[in-house]
T-cell receptor, first 114, second 115 residues
Framework: QKEVEQDPGPLSVPEGAIVSLNCTYS??????FMWYRQYSRKGPELLMY????GNKEDGRFTAQVDKSSKYISLFIRDSQPSDSATYLC??????????????FGQGTILTVHP | GAVVSQHPSRVICKSGTSVKIECRSL??????MFWYRQFPKQSLMLMAT?????????EQGVEKDKFLINHASLTLSTLTVTSAHPEDSSFYIC???????????FGPGTRLTVL
């Protein structure tokens, strides 16, 4: 079983829809969480960074973390065609020998239709 | 915002040559940088962790003599692919961890093609 599970999709939605992207994890040492957006042939772009359970909002994006259930989500409101990309969840431990290293989900391919 | 640059963005070389890729954090200091490799339609595979002023730490299965990493300053890390072969063709991406936080910012990537 992978440490981080993410549904690869693909996910296809109409413009304006609310998108929900999810990851589950098994390693309780993971204490901080990130969501990245990656366009084809580009490096990942950091969208959201959080280290506590609860919600964090930034514009059209909301990151949700539930450490008790080992489950994180990214919500995109009013989705736009420019949001079409691969979305990667990533997480890491607060200490130990793997401190600083990120473990990534497989990535979800999202397409937003005009 | 935090910007990480990579150079070159694309390189084509002959088999047997060495290729150097630079990764720079432009507006913040990074004591730690990471080098990843990404195959088409796959997630990122961590190759090594680069620490300023010390030797890099390589992931299992990554040949340290083939992928030479140098972290010369708080803003620069380099990856040299030595004696490149066609199987080394890939998309190489670096990231830099902002000092005092755990945020990692990625460079735009370097596409290496070995003929």
């Amino acid at each position: 079983q992978k440490e981080v599970e993410q549904d690869p999709g693909p996910l296809s939605v109409p413009e304006g829809a609310i998108v929900s992207l999810n990851c589950t994890y098994s390693n309780s040492a993971f204490q901080y969480f990130m969501w990245y957006r990656q366009y084809s042939r580009k490096g990942p772009e950091l969208l959201m960074y959080t280290y506590s359970s609860g919600n964090k909002e930034d514009g059209r994006f909301t990151a949700q973390v539930d450490k008790s259930s080992k489950y994180i989500s990214l919500f995109i409101r009013d989705s736009q065609p420019s949001d079409s990309a691969t979305y990667l969840c990533a997480m890491g431990p607060a200490g130990g020998t793997s401190y600083g290293k990120l473990t990534f989900g497989q990535g979800t391919i999202l397409t937003v239709h005009p | 915002g935090a910007v990480v640059s990579q150079h070159p963005s694309r390189v084509i070389c002959k088999s047997g040559t060495s290729v150097k890729i630079e990764c720079r954090s432009l507006d913040f200091q990074a004591t730690t940088m990471f080098w990843y490799r990404q195959f088409p339609k796959q997630s990122l595979m961590l190759m090594a962790t680069s620490n300023e002023g010390s030797k890099a730490t390589y992931e299992q299965g990554v040949e340290k003599d083939k992928f030479l990493i140098n972290h010369a300053s708080l803003t620069l890390s380099t990856l040299t692919v030595t004696s490149a072969h066609p199987e080394d063709s890939s998309f190489y991406i670096c990231s830099a961890r902002r000092q005092l936080t755990n945020e990692q910012f990625f460079g735009p990537g370097t596409r290496l093609t070995v003929l």
